[in-house]
């Protein structure tokens, strides 16, 4: 196993630290140019069949390695590996959260025909909750770093690795992900943030137009549009708390409500109480005022901010644990 470590243009003293690891990892030292720069430096120098991204703050656990390389060699058509990330504090302790929620379980095999319809609604980790076949990666490279200036990356690989191969899941703890309050996109609590919704806003942007050109060049058919209903969500959300900053400027509130029935109408793998209820949840939005806008935002987008006789309600709407968010 190799381990390539790159600091992206750090002002503190981690590139002291870094040297006293010289002699067992590859130490990449660059200018800062973001997430998409700092990944496109490190699988310059990767050669591997297999990559893993971890970030900064994150811990690998010792078995993680093998454990996916294991799934990766078994089916040679899988191109992403996915398992669960226990959370931990600023001071490495445990919180007793894992990613993602009980009540969900990241689908596996084909699914190239959800990530054409409705990707963002898929459950997804992290970069350092995912494994790559290089050769997807590879495929899909560069990363596009104007489009993922400073984070976002990890949305890139995850949705354009599947449109490659199928996806696989791993039901053990792989690593540890450190919320502290300084994440880059993580919040330390259940609490919506709208810069971080907009943020979401241009990420799915970005993925939605690769995904439809990577889909173009190899082939496969799909709408003109992706319409995911959590991607609409985050787009009313922002366009009714903070319209002057939203990032999309055509965006209308009646336009994003027409948007959403045609979403809910593709969902082919939800019950219709379920497509009632993710409609009612628009129409609400799109007609509350802003304080409980904020509120019906909260239980869409964050699943901790339920209650868990809620969240095991919803899991048995969708079918059981497998169920996914939206």
């Known amino acids: 196993m ?12 981690s590139r002291d630290r870094l040297r006293r690891y010289g002699d067992r990892a590859e130490i990449v030292l660059k200018e800062n140019g973001g997430q998409a720069s700092a990944l496109n430096a490190g699988m310059e120098r990767a050669r591997g069949d297999v990559v893993i991204f971890l970030d ?12 996916v390389a294991h799934v990766l060699a078994g089916d040679q058509a899988v191109s992403r590996v996915q398992f669960r990330l226990a959370v931990i504090d600023a001071n490495g302790r445990p919180t007793g959260v894992t990613k993602p929620t009980a009540h969900l379980e990241p689908p596996t095999g084909d699914l190239r025909r959800e990530e054409l319809t409705f990707p963002f609604d898929i459950p997804w980790l992290p970069s350092s909750g995912s494994a790559f076949r290089s050769s997807a990666i590879r495929r899909i490279l560069p990363f ?21 191969g199928t ?9 540890q992900y450190r919320v502290q309050g300084r994440n880059g996109y993580e919040l330390l609590e259940p609490r919506l943030s709208v810069a971080r919704v907009r943020d979401t806003v241009v990420y799915a942007e970005a993925t939605s137009r690769a995904l439809l050109g990577l889909a173009d060049e190899l082939g496969l058919e799909h709408e003109e549009r992706i319409l995911s209903i959590s991607a609409l969500g985050n787009r009313l959300i922002s366009l009714r708390l903070e319209p002057a900053r939203h990032p999309i400027r ?12 045609r979403a809910v109408r593709r969902r082919f793998d939800r019950s219709l109480p379920v497509k009632l209820g993710l409609l009612g949840w628009f129409l609400a939005v799109a007609v509350s005022p802003r304080p409980l806008v904020r509120r019906l935002g909260e239980l869409l987008l964050f699943p901790e901010a339920r209650s868990n006789r809620l969240n095991h309600l919803l899991a048995r709407m ?7 968010a939206g």
Do not use: M, N, Q
Not at 2 to 13: Q, R
Not at 318 to 324: A, F, L, Q, T
């Open 250 to 261: 055509d965006d209308r509130v009646g336009g994003l409500v027409v948007d959403a029935v």
């Open 56 to 67: 900064a703050d994150d811990v690998l656990c010792p078995h993680a390695a093998s454990t």
């Open 2 to 13: 190799k381990v390539i470590v790159v600091d992206d243009g750090s002002s503190d003293d």
């Open 144 to 164: 596009p770093e104007r489009d993922f200036p400073r984070h976002g990356a990890d949305w890139y690989a995850v949705h354009l690795s599947v449109l490659l």
């Open 167 to 175: 996806a696989a899941w791993i039901d053990d703890v792989c690593a």
């Open 318 to 324: 969708y079918g059981g644990r497998r169920g996914r």
